[in-house]
């Protein structure tokens, strides 16, 4: 495997060097650093957030008192973990599926319910690049519920710069 910081000074290049385009060089570069580890068929996840806890208590000579914590407290967990290569601020993984290759692109210190901190980068058999599409969510509430469940889906956005 190539050294992590290559790939991910790659990546960077990749995802904001512009706006439109990408270099099929870099695009290359990467699929051809990441190592093939097996791809989960199905990736689940679940991510959340929920106010600080508090704790109640008594204390001799003042009695009855509660402390609170107003900081939220946030948990994730992916059950493809083990598939992700980590390089700088990214998490990347191999994919291949039905004659394609892809690279998934997730930004690590994001917050897992933002729009647009995951990249997937479409490649042919042989290794040339197609499309870089990007991450949005869709959301719903279950019912009257705290509850979001989010599907993450992808829609175009960047294509090979021709030379």
């Given at each position: 495997?190539?050294?992590?910081?290559?790939?991910?000074?790659?990546?960077?290049?990749?995802?904001?060097?512009?706006?439109?385009?990408?270099?099929?060089?870099?695009?290359?570069?990467l699929l051809d650093a990441l190592?093939?580890?097996?791809?989960?068929?199905?990736?689940?996840?679940?991510?959340?957030?929920?106010?600080?806890?508090?704790?109640?208590?008594?204390?001799?000579?003042?009695?009855?008192?509660?402390?609170?914590?107003?900081?939220?407290?946030?948990?994730?967990?992916?059950?493809?973990?083990?598939?992700?290569?980590?390089?700088?601020?990214?998490?990347?993984?191999?994919?291949?599926?039905?004659?394609?290759?892809?690279?998934?692109?997730?930004?690590?210190?994001?917050?897992?319910t933002d729009d647009g901190r995951?990249?997937?980068?479409?490649?042919?058999?042989?290794?040339?690049?197609?499309?870089?599409?990007?991450?949005?969510?869709?959301?719903?509430?279950?019912?009257?519920?705290?509850?979001?469940?989010?599907?993450?889906?992808?829609?175009?956005?960047?294509?090979?710069?021709?030379?």
């Amino acid at each position: 495997m190539a050294d992590r910081f290559v790939i991910a000074a790659t990546v960077d290049r990749l995802i904001y060097d512009s706006e439109t385009t990408f270099h099929p060089d870099d695009a290359r570069v990467l699929l051809d650093a990441l190592p093939r580890k097996p791809s989960p068929w199905i990736q689940l996840g679940i991510a959340g957030k929920f106010s600080g806890g508090s704790t109640k208590g008594f204390a001799a000579g003042v009695g009855d008192v509660s402390i609170k914590d107003d900081k939220e407290r946030q948990f994730q967990y992916n059950s493809s973990e083990d598939a992700y290569t980590r390089a700088g601020q990214w998490k990347l993984m191999w994919i291949g599926k039905r004659g394609r290759q892809y690279v998934e692109i997730e930004q690590v210190m994001a917050d897992a319910t933002d729009d647009g901190r995951g990249a997937l980068i479409c490649y042919e058999a042989d290794g040339t690049p197609i499309r870089m599409d990007i991450r949005f969510n869709r959301s719903f509430r279950l019912f009257w519920s705290p509850v979001v469940v989010m599907f993450p889906g992808w829609k175009p956005w960047k294509t090979p710069e021709s030379r």
